[in-house]
């Protein structure tokens, strides 16, 4: 496949690291010369110093030969010209990162369909769905969803004196035969690990689990955490996420209180959400974080713009009693802090981005993928063909590459947890765990 990517920040940088690991070939825009190159000497990769809705610039690109142009500036207006001009040029699929709403709505003149634009990324909508479900669990530091929903894939630390501490996969086989959980990494000391039947879960272990949604419940326990119920939730910041968080907690009851310290902001706030509390206050002044009973809350979302700002504001909300802490992280190099400094987890809208944006390149038989923060593998969610290598064949027969796992197979509406006996079907749906090394030779095996 070949790929042009316009805009060489966090997100372009990140999604051209992920293809040309896969051995794709990538082409990188970017008008920031020192930028570009520093992308050319961390990426084997060819990067193009310009302007990406520059006809000249595409056309030096490449563009009319590349199988995909994704543009993801942190312009709304470049990304919506690049991609205009690559689908006059014939590029097949356009992508384009768009974060104003009003570019979103289908009646819109500039709408997805209007443009002919294949995919439309807003990053604030995607960080706040993840936002959404991290809160649903309190041990949760991770959330990926598969299957239409039926399946989650959770990421959390397990703590000292938890009932799967000092336990081997086998161990935890044998004691609950009928479990449908299944562990498909294990981060150690930074290493990413793709456990096998004599693989130990030790405590502070980052565990990467695959469970039917129904029975995610039951997670926080096995792993030494205590339960949460989702009363009341406080967010800190009325940015774009923070209102489209809001929104999605009254449409299930949930108590939601809003800090901002513009007060015009707050007013736009309190009139898109009538059932919150909105005021007008600074969401790192403890003292009044805790006259308004932060510590008693359920929920706290640091979600302003700031990075610093919300790694303050949530280190004193979880000093004060905080039961769940999530910070709203922009830059990557940050996300390695949040577990150091004792909170709950972090959301990046950049990340975000980059999972949304990977699950329409995969296409195909491609369903799903996630791409997890500070984890080198993705979540791949294939659907078998009949003619696909995997099929009709014991799963220890299959030859799966080394750094790889099946984590789950989906059949109808049963839940199929793997064994080595085990054939896959054709229309099955298997979600697969695999390092960078060996993505390119699990796709193949389902083509």
Do not use: W
């Not at 809160?135 to 399946?151: I, N």
């Amino acid at each position: 496949m070949r790929a042009v990517i316009v805009g060489a920040g966090q997100v372009g940088f990140h999604l051209a690291e992920r293809l040309s690991q896969e051995n794709q070939d990538v082409v990188l825009i970017e008008a920031d010369p020192e930028r570009a190159e520093y992308t050319g000497d961390h990426l084997d990769i060819l990067t193009i110093t310009g302007n990406g809705a520059s006809l000249g610039i595409l056309e030096k690109a490449g563009v009319r030969d590349a199988d995909i142009l994704m543009a993801v500036t942190s312009q709304d207006e470049v990304n919506l010209i690049s991609c205009l001009a690559a689908t006059r040029l014939g590029v097949p699929y356009t992508v384009a990162r768009v974060s104003n709403p009003e570019y979103h709505g289908s009646g819109s003149v500039l709408s997805r369909e209007e443009m002919g634009i294949d995919l439309m990324i807003n990053p604030e909508r995607e960080s706040a769905r993840e936002v959404y479900d991290l809160l649903q669990s309190s041990a949760a530091t991770d959330v990926a969803t598969f299957a239409q929903g039926r399946v989650q894939m959770i990421g959390v630390t397990v703590l000292e004196g938890a009932p799967v501490a000092g336990r081997t996969l086998a161990d935890l086989d044998r004691e609950r035969p009928n479990r449908r959980q299944v562990v498909v990494a294990i981060i150690r000391d930074g290493e990413t690990i793709i456990p096998h039947g004599s693989s130990t879960i030790e405590a502070r272990d980052q565990v990467y689990i695959l469970t039917p949604t129904a029975d995610a419940s039951s997670i926080p326990l096995l792993t030494g955490h205590e339960p949460l119920a989702l009363r009341r939730v406080m967010i800190a910041g009325g940015s774009s996420e923070g209102l489209f968080l809001a929104h999605l907690l009254e449409r299930v009851g949930v108590e939601c209180t809003i800090l901002d310290h513009d007060r015009r902001r707050c007013l736009e706030l309190a009139e898109a959400l009538p059932k919150s509390l909105v005021l007008h206050a600074d969401a790192t002044d403890l003292e009044l974080l805790e006259m308004e009973g932060v510590g008693g809350i359920d929920g706290f979302v640091a979600a302003t713009n700031h990075d610093e700002v919300n790694l303050l504001s949530s280190l004193l909300a979880k000093s004060t009693g905080a039961k769940k802490v999530i910070s709203l992280i922009h830059r990557f190099e940050y996300l390695h802090l949040v577990p150091r400094v004792g909170l709950d987890a972090a959301v990046s809208p950049r990340m975000s981005t980059v999972n949304a944006i990977l699950r329409y390149v995969r296409r195909g038989r491609v369903m799903t993928v996630a791409t997890l923060k500070g984890i080198d593998a993705e979540a791949i969610e294939f659907r078998t063909g009949p003619r696909s290598a995997v099929v009709d064949k014991p799963l220890r027969a299959v030859g799966f590459p080394e750094g790889s796992v099946v984590g789950t197979i989906m059949r109808g509406n049963e839940i199929v947890v793997p064994r080595g006996d085990i054939e896959i079907e054709p229309d099955d749906e298997v979600i697969m765990f695999a390092l960078p090394d060996a993505i390119g030779e699990v796709e193949r095996l389902f083509e």
